[in-house]
T-cell receptor
C-alpha cells in the first residue's frame, strides 16, 4: 500500500513564525502535491512537483514556498505565517506512469493524514 | 463559473436507499474523473475512477460519466450509515497532470 506521511498532525504557531510542513512518500512517486482545505472552499492546490528540484505553482501559491531535494520528500514552507493560513494542509502523491484509455495521465492521488495548522 | 461544481448538501437518504451525487465540470477537454470519500477529520480516499462515457460499477458504487453534458455522478446503492461522509468530485486538467476538486457533497445516511 502507498503510504504518505505528514510529519505533524497538529501545529499551533504565532503570526510571523516560519513554518515547515514535511511530507514523505514510500512508493517512489514522481509527482507530489500540497493542498489546503477550508470549509466551503474545498481542496485548493498550493504547489506541486514533478521531479526532484522541480516545482510549479498551483492555484494559491502566495505566502508559500516548497522544497523537493529528494524524490520521496516534499516540504511546504510558510516564510511568515499569517492568521489566514490557518487551515488543514494535505500532501498527496501519484505516479505519472498510470494512463487512461485515451493515453492521458490519471490523477489518482494518495493523501497523507493531513496537518492542521492554527496560526494565532 | 467554477471548474468543478457540486451541491454542498447535506444530502440525506434513509438506510438502504440509493444516494445520488452529482458533479459538473467546465473544461470539455477533461479526460479523467474521480470520486473521493472524506470522513470528518480524515483525508480523502479514492473510491471510484472513470474515464469513458457510460457506467462503471464497483460493488455498491456506480460512477456515471456523460462527457457531452459535462457531468459525472456517483450512485451508492443500499446506503449504509458508514457511507455518511463528504464526497469529492475531482477532474483531471488536460493541460497538466493535476486534479481540480469540487467543494464536496455531504451525505448523511439516516437510520
Amino acid at each position: 500500500d502507498v503510504k504518505v506521511t505528514q510529519s505533524s498532525r497538529y501545529l499551533v504557531k504565532r503570526t510571523g513564525e516560519k513554518v515547515f510542513l514535511e511530507c514523505v512518500q514510500d512508493m517512489d512517486h514522481e509527482n507530489m502535491f500540497w493542498y489546503r482545505q477550508d470549509p466551503g472552499l474545498g481542496l485548493r492546490l498550493i504547489y506541486f512537483s514533478y521531479d526532484v528540484k522541480m516545482k510549479e505553482k498551483g492555484d494559491i501559491p502566495e505566502g508559500y514556498s516548497v522544497s523537493r531535494e529528494k524524490k520521496e520528500r516534499f516540504s511546504l514552507i510558510l516564510e511568515s505565517a499569517s492568521t489566514n493560513q490557518t487551515s488543514m494542509y494535505l500532501c498527496a502523491s501519484t505516479s505519472p506512469g498510470r494512463r487512461t484509455p485515451s493515453g492521458r495521465h490519471t490523477g489518482e492521488l494518495f493523501f497523507g493524514e493531513g496537518s492542521r495548522l492554527t496560526v494565532l | 463559473q467554477k471548474e468543478v461544481e457540486q451541491n454542498s448538501g447535506p444530502l440525506s437518504v434513509p438506510e438502504g436507499a440509493i444516494a445520488s451525487l452529482n458533479c459538473t465540470y467546465s473544461d470539455r477537454g477533461s479526460q479523467s474523473f474521480f470520486w473521493y470519500r472524506q470522513y470528518s477529520g480524515k483525508s480523502p480516499e479514492l473510491i471510484m475512477s472513470i474515464y469513458s462515457n457510460g457506467d462503471k460499477e464497483d460493488g455498491r458504487f456506480t460512477a456515471q460519466l456523460n462527457k457531452a453534458s459535462q457531468y459525472v455522478s456517483l450512485l451508492i446503492r443500499d446506503s449504509q450509515p458508514s457511507d455518511s461522509a463528504t464526497y469529492l468530485c475531482a477532474v483531471n486538467s488536460p493541460t497538466a497532470s493535476k486534479l481540480t476538486f469540487g467543494t464536496g457533497t455531504r451525505l448523511q445516511v439516516t437510520l
